[in-house]
């Protein structure tokens, strides 16, 4: 098993959560690969005079990264030539 890291991303919209999370997401994809898993930690609503105003998430985001994926690689092309 390949290990992986675990990171937390942002994400702020004036819409909704859904786009708030959506935007996490386009930042996210501007900064990290090979992406495993995301887990959306908190949401937050602020508000002023009893409208909400800001959408916040808290996301984190399992990824593995390629320095592991590369150690990984021997390992994995010896099993291929084993196999009959």
Known sequence: MTPGQVAEIQGFSSMSIEDAIKSGIRRLDKTLQNVRS??????????????PREYHVDIWITFVGEDWEAAEAPSTALNRAAQP
């Open 38 to 51: 995301l887990w959306l930690k908190s949401q937050r609503v602020h508000e002023a005079a009893g409208t």
